[in-house]
T-cell receptor
Framework: AQSVTQLGSHVSVSEGALVLLRCNYS??????LFWYVQYPNQGLQLLLK??????LVKGINGFEAEFKKSETSFHLTKPSAHMSDAAEYFC?????????????FGRGTSLIVHP | GAGVSQSPRYKVAKRGQDVALRCDPI?????LFWYQQALGQGPEFLTY????????KSGLPSDRFFAERPEGSVSTLKIQRTQQEDSAVYLC?????????????FGDGTRLSIL
């Protein structure tokens, strides 16, 4: 069975500092992994995804994530935080089970960016 | 429209009333999902449609919840005899092909408050 753990419900950084949002997953088969961002009163927008191939995935707005199978992790990073990055971030995993790929989302991490 | 549209954006109902939430997916999208997002949580899967067929409804929390997509486009999520614990944001998402782990396109959600 698949599951997702996002460490830290809140992460606070200064503008210009490194952003690191942690995601660990549990999956019995090679998973598909996603990061989504949610701004207040909006739906989720895809930042990036990992399916197969290169383990370092680049997404929109300067974000990237690295799939580490040995650590079952898919942490999200951005070298320099911008005020507009303040939002809720969700990691999600999708694995095949009986022909179904229903995704599971983490509880989310709120990114706070200080000027 | 270009994106997934949900209506109403906000719904307030008294406990015991029935409510209906509407989702207009992106035109031509085959797959449609409903999620429930409680305050401070990630989206929780409710049900999945492939065209007009409801292939998975394992996430519906009780028989008070019912979803339909009769013509394979617009979908309605109905909640009968609402309870306070039904208060949440209900998100709809779609994807262009039968779902096999692709990213999803989310609507902005309907915020349901049960008094």
């Amino acid at each position: 069975a698949q599951s997702v753990t996002q460490l830290g419900s809140h992460v606070s950084v200064s503008e210009g500092a490194l952003v690191l949002l942690r995601c660990n997953y549990s999956s019995s088969v090679p998973p598909y992994l996603f990061w989504y961002v949610q701004y207040p009163n909006q739906g989720l927008q895809l930042l990036l995804k990992y399916t197969t191939g290169a383990t370092l995935v680049k997404g929109i707005n300067g974000f990237e994530a690295e799939f580490k199978k040995s650590e079952t992790s898919f942490h999200l990073t951005k070298p320099s935080a911008h005020m507009s990055d303040a939002a809720e971030y969700f990691c999600a995993v999708s694995e095949e089970s009986g022909g179904s790929y229903i995704p599971t989302f983490g509880r989310g991490t709120s990114l706070i960016v200080h000027p | 429209g270009a994106g997934v549209s949900q209506s109403p954006r906000y719904k307030v109902a008294k406990r015991g009333q029935d409510v209906a939430l509407r989702c207009d997916p992106i035109s031509g999208h085959v797959s449609l999902f409903w999620y429930q997002q409680a305050l401070g949580q990630g989206p929780e899967f409710l049900t999945y449609f492939q065209n007009e067929a409801q292939l998975d409804k394992s996430g519906l929390p009780s028989d008070r919840f019912f979803a339909e997509r009769p013509e394979g486009s617009v979908s309605t999520l109905k909640i009968q005899r609402t309870q306070q614990e039904d208060s949440a944001v209900y998100l709809c998402a779609s994807s262009p092909v039968p779902y096999s782990g692709q990213p999803q396109h989310f609507g902005d959600g309907t915020r349901l408050s049960i008094l």
